[in-house]
C-alpha cells in the first residue's frame, strides 16, 4: 500500500510562537481540507549548534517541549530529524528529495518567508518553489506575522525572556512563557520553613532572571497553582558559595509525591526580586505575603 501523501512543513520552530503557528496552522487546514496529512519537520539539536559552533544559540524551549507544543495544534505527526554533519551538507535539492517526497510523500510544502535549508542554509523560497514544480509539488509561502510592529522571532522573544520582560514574550508567544522540567530531590531547605517546593531540573536553556513568580502546574494533565523562586537563596547561602541558581515551586493544595515526573510550569506575574533576609523569621513573614499575592493574582 503507498504512503499517505501529506502537506508538510519544515523548520526549527524553537519556541512555537504565533509566527511558527501561523505556518503550522496553514498545514493542519490545507491537510483536513484535502483529506491528507499534516506533518511538521523539525530538528534536533538547533541547526545553528552544528553550523556556527561559535555563536551558540540557546533553545527557547526543550525538544520535548516543543514536540508537545506542536501536536496541541493538531498536527497528524512530528517528525524529528537528527540535524548533523550529513544532514548540513545535503544539496538543497537532495534535502527536499531525502525529507520531504521520499520519507513523507508530500503533496504540499508550507513554510515561511524566511525558511532557508540546504548546505550552508543558502537556499530560500525561491529554490524551494524551483524544486517543487520539479516533482509536481505545491507551494505555499506565509507571509511573516507582526506584534507591536515587530517581526515575530526566536531572537526577540530569546532576548525578552532574558531581560525579564515576560509578558512581552507571551504576546509574542500567543500564550503565557512556560517551562517543562523534571522534579530533582533539593536541599529540603523550604520544606523545614513550612513551605515544601518541587526542585525542577529545567529541560530548557532560556530562563528568566531570579525572583519569586506567581506561576500555574500542569501534572497529569490536571492545572494547580503555585508560587516559583528562582535564586540562589541568599538568606542562607552566600554568593561566592551558591552561584548556580536553583528553581523551586511550591504548588498550593498538593501533596503528591513526584520525584522523577515532569512538570508544565507557567509564569503568570513576577512578585518580586530575590532578596536576603536578616531573620528566618522576616523571610517566613514574605514568603506568606507572597503566597498571598500569588493566590490573588491566580483567582
Known sequence: MSQKRS???????????IGHEAVIKEVVKTARASGLRSVVVTFDPHPMKILNKKHFVPSLISLKHRVDLIKRLGVDKVLVVRFNKRIADLSPEKFIEDI??????AKKIIVGE????????????????????????????????KKDSHIVSSTIIRRLIIEG????????????FSILGTVVSGTRLARTLGYPTANINPHHEIMPPSGVYAVKVKFRKRTYKGVMNIGTKPTFYDHGRDLEP??????????????????????????????????????????????????????
Open 165 to 176: 520582560a515576560i509578558g512581552k514574550a507571551s504576546r509574542l508567544l500567543g500564550r503565557p
Open 7 to 17: 502537506v508538510v512543513t519544515i523548520g526549527v520552530f524553537d519556541g512555537i510562537h
Open 246 to 299: 536553583t528553581i523551586e515551586v511550591h504548588i498550593f493544595n498538593f501533596h503528591e509525591r513526584i520525584y522523577g515526573r515532569d512538570l508544565e510550569i507557567t509564569f503568570i506575574c513576577k512578585l518580586r526580586r530575590e532578596k536576603k533576609f536578616n531573620t528566618i523569621d522576616s523571610l517566613i513573614k514574605q514568603i506568606k505575603e507572597d503566597e498571598a499575592a500569588a493566590r490573588a493574582l491566580l483567582r
Open 100 to 105: 520531504a517526497i521520499r520519507k513523507l510523500a
Open 114 to 145: 524566511d525558511f532557508c535549508f540546504g548546505k550552508g542554509a543558502m537556499a530560500g523560497v525561491e529554490k524551494l518553489g524551483r524544486i517543487a514544480r520539479m516533482y509536481s509539488v505545491g507551494l505555499k509561502v506565509v507571509k511573516p506575522v
